[in-house]
């Protein structure tokens, strides 16, 4: 099955532990993974990898994508730089392409307002209400919360904020999230034979 590809927005001190869970067994679950940056020039992370993009964030478009993923960086807290990546996680929501945004990204899609109506979660509710955003109500204390076409997470759950992206996209059937949840989350033993066998491996 032809699938679209996914987005891993990545700029200069993104947070690169927080999506590499996810981006790598959506990889193996038949997903190409393509990087978009602020512009076509090479950005570095947080962990000083240098990632040269497959596109800038201009020649990004919903309808030719399955996910826009947004990893936490410094700059979301450091200024306005980033804002195009909350206005670019609107227009996929408004298309109905859904966005999961975890650490940072939670407060930069928080001063976008997409979190005022819609169940999240992030590093700390006082975090999220640092930013002035009207849906501290909706605040979630949870590993990972997901709400319609939207994921967040906090800095300490890649491996939840994986598995609700795997649910979201139906990239692999629930057994083998399951199992694939307890084997990266628990370190659970067991959960490697049942996630070969639920995978058909």
Do not use: N
Request: glycine share 10%; proline share 5%; with cysteine.
């Amino acid at each position: 099955m032809t699938r679209k590809p996914v987005h891993l927005a990545v700029y200069d001190t993104f947070a690169d532990w927080e999506t590499g869970h996810a981006t790598a067994h959506l990889a193996l679950a038949g997903y190409e993974v393509r990087t978009v940056a602020p512009t076509g020039a090479s950005v570095t992370s947080v962990g000083g990898l240098r990632v040269l993009p497959g596109l800038a964030l201009d020649e990004l478009r919903p309808e030719d994508s399955a996910l826009l993923i947004l990893p936490g960086a410094g700059l979301w807290d450091e200024g306005d730089d980033l804002a195009p990546f909350a206005r670019t996680a609107r227009a996929f929501l408004d298309a109905g392409v859904p966005v999961a945004a975890i650490c940072g990204a939670t407060a930069g899609i928080a001063r976008e307002g997409l979190l005022d109506e819609r169940a999240h979660t992030s590093a700390a509710s006082f975090y999220l209400a640092a930013t002035g955003y009207a849906g501290g109500a909706r605040y979630v204390e949870a590993d990972a919360v997901t709400d319609g076409r939207l994921v967040t997470a906090g800095p300490t759950e890649p491996v939840a904020f994986a598995r609700e992206v795997f649910r979201l996209l139906g990239a692999y059937d629930e057994p083998a999230t399951d199992a694939w949840y307890r084997l990266f989350h628990d370190s659970d033993p067991q959960a490697y034979a049942e996630l070969e066998e639920a995978l058909g491996r």
